[in-house]
């Protein structure tokens, strides 16, 4: 059985996108699986197919293979290789060993907190391959324990069932994960994606060199979630307040502050949009504001709504910051391209009628890689600003 792709489909995987949606797709098997892909022209790949799922074809290989297995394989090895120093460097770290259409390994995500493993998988061809990943990551690796957490909604989408198993080991209900000096409770079983963010960690920990000896007073974290900006920012400010709409996700800041011992972090569950013009109108003033807002736009139709939404958080927190401070704002919307994101942020400062430099351009971390064909993996926007006046 084959996949046969019309000459729009083929056209994406000969730009090296990786992604096949319904109308580029002339002839499909009828259930789930790895099949070979065909153009016009003939082969193109081998891809992971499904024909209940949005995304029909997910290209893993591109050309032809003796086994398609040994070459997803090889992909999986190679992500590894690629981080193994890092994870062997950290036991105690957070780290994303897999990540995705990143790493030619569409639909599969593995994130490692402290050695435990949670793997998600939104892509059905997985499904019947989890016994082989564990015993692959178990042999690579040798972690405490591997989850497939499979509880999320997008697999709804994939036509699969959503669960949690634990396929290897044993996983508690959470672990303590270090990162540099900030330590951190991760819920493997519950918390958003694999139970924290670990695409900001590198940017957490550069914060941390622009903070040092500054002697900055006051700083604000808004969308703290559970305080990973936060508990940074509060090694060196004197006084911190993480701001969330969540009141769960700020117990779990408070818990994290209080593992750290830092008695400078306060915490507000209000929303973002009003406390921001609240705090204008108060004439307030901070030295250091983080905005790590979830994205904005879920869809493409959402953007100009998008851009509109965060030029708002940004203007107000530009009026905040006091002279010679620090902006930490982000994007993680990948419908919003980093040019339309500095411009908003260009308008932004026009509009706050601040002087405002850009001391860093940032993205996600190194373990979260980016395919210059695939615009999807490039979503997280970080741009380091400092307010000169």
Known sequence: MKVVLNSRGAARLLARHLWVWENGVQLLPDTPG????YGPRGLLGWGLVNPKS???VRIFHFGATDDPYTALWANLE????FRRNLYEKEPAGGLRLVHAEGDLLPGLVIDSYARHLVVQAHAAAWEPLLGELALRLESQLSPAGILAKHDAPVRAREGLEQYQRTLAGR???????????????VGLHAGQKTGAFLDQRENRLLLETYLEGRGFQRGLDVFSYQGLFALHMARHIAEVEAVDSSAPALQVARENAALNGLENLRFTEANAFDLLRERQRAWERYDVIVLDPPAFAARKA???RALAAYKEVNLRALKLIAPGGLLVTSSCSHHVAEADFYA????AAADAHRIVRLREQRGQGADHPVLLTVPETRYLKLALLEVLA
Do not use: F, H, K, N
């Not at 790895?34 to 892909?37: A, G």
């Not at 996983?171 to 409770?185: A, H, L, S």
């Not at 908003?344 to 308008?347: D, E, I, K, S």
């Open 34 to 37: 790895i099949y070979p892909v």
């Open 54 to 56: 949005l995304i029909q």
């Open 78 to 81: 190679r992500a590894l290789s």
């Open 171 to 185: 996983i508690p209900d959470g672990v303590v994960v270090r990162e540099g000096e900030v330590r951190y409770r």
């Open 302 to 304: 959402d953007r100009e």
């Open 344 to 347: 908003m942020l260009t308008a």
